[in-house]
């Protein structure tokens, strides 16, 4: 075996560097509530966090805000993140920043484990570039501060890797207790990192050392028949699927009994997609998407020289598992991946490594300024995108919709029940702290509210310019509400013609 040599020749780059530029960049905007990009995504896990808060219900009974006159016990992944929020709510009360800094706490953890996947699959100095590249991709600070799972999902992803590989060095059985625990905790939280983490587990299982040159078929299928008689393989594997099983078996008959799901089964799943697939502009928009915001464009180069130089080494044989099974998984979940670009945030724990590696091989050649130059334009870019795509949306969203939010949290009973006309979109529920029902514009009929009155509804609360809270509502659709305020008496507006809350008892019977 002949070790990967370390190109750099310099001394060890502080660590602390890129958990700390991470760290900061994380920070940007904790305070804000839960708006911004996939703030629908955000709202039911803070609503999830609220409830178990306020509720005291056990971690098995997750619930969201849009079940009507119900509880609003749902089908969900398992829901530790929102459950670990509601922990820090009952220390230290409901702010939405407990659970932004549990995402960034995560994360800087992350950021130090990619940093050790780097080193560990190629040298010291690519494993720190790792962990830079990790620190400053704007889809990795996004996430990794976002109110949702993900932060806490990557985290298990590489404590997984990080911890097998130990196993396989030193046999130590706390190693290899602690990468099921991480893998098993990865597949409750997302199912998908089954294939995903699951490939690149296999792959250091199959790897006698990550800094060895790639082997024969021979040696590599006598690697494959030693590990299929190992126990612990098997025992690993089956029980994870096990656990993994019997939570989703759980969610789905609490789905069942509720009528609540995030649409995991059955038809109203559309994750899959033949068409999109086989559709090249598809993939040019998540190549596109994911080459701006995941590698902020610099990246792009590096991760295709580190990806050609490692693939001859064990330690990239691991890292492209990752990649392809994050390529299998995107074309599994292809409706999904274009919609939800969370779903490449896994990525970055495989494409960093390999630009960490590809910028070493570059830089080692290159004078000392132009490395600079060109580390200061990647972060330049990196907060550009981060201001522009996702803090600037912040920003927005919540000018428009907090005014109403306090509203309503100051004027109506906690108890009580409204209807928020952003069509499947909760993110006013939950800035508003109550639970009720999530109807478009175009279904809100004289008979529609008379039942909803009927099942216990108060009021009818939306917005003048957004069908949710993103989208721009068509002008037709804002005459209608328009007259149907005008038609309430009792009605409250936002003094910027935004927004409304319409009691229902002020409204006429036909409108």
Known sequence: MRPHPDLSGTAPKPTWLPIGLGSLLRLVQIWMPVVGVHSWRQADTAAMARHFSQAGTPIWLPQIDWGGASAGFVESEFPLYPFLVSRLYNLMGMQEWLGRGLSVL??????????????????????WWAGLAFAISPLGVYYGRAFQAEALLLL?????????????????????????????????????????????????????????????????????????????????????????????????QLGEASGLTFGFWGGDSDRSNIALVLNLSSWMNLAIRTGVRALALVGIPFFVIGSIRSWRIGGGRIALGGVIGLLLCTMATMRSSTVHEYYQFPLLLFSSPLVGL????????QRGWLVQALLSITVMISVMVLSFDYWAVEVRQRNIWMPLADTIRSELPAEARIVSVTGPDPTLLNLARRQGWLISNKKLTSERIAKLKHAGASHITGSFHWEESYRPLPKERRTMLEKLTASSSGAWIDPRQQTFLIPIEGLPKNF
């Open 156 to 252: 298990c992803a590489a404590g997984a890797l990080e911890s097998l590989s130990l196993w396989r060095e030193r046999r130590l059985l706390w190693a290899l207790a602690l990468s099921w625990l991480c893998f098993t905790t990865a597949g409750l939280i997302k199912v998908i990192p089954l294939l995903w983490l699951g490939l690149p587990l296999l792959m250091v299982q199959l790897t006698p050392s990550p800094q060895a040159e790639v082997e024969s078929p021979q040696q590599i299928l006598q690697r494959i028949r030693h590990l299929a008689l190992n126990p612990w393989f098997w025992v690993y594997t089956a029980t994870a699927l096990a656990i993994t099983s019997g939570w989703y078996w759980h969610a789905y």
């Open 106 to 127: 995560c994360s800087a953890m992350t950021i130090w484990l990619v940093m050790r996947l780097g080193r560990r699959w190629f040298n010291p100095e690519a494993g």
């Open 358 to 365: 590809g910028w070493q091989t570059w830089q080692s050649k």
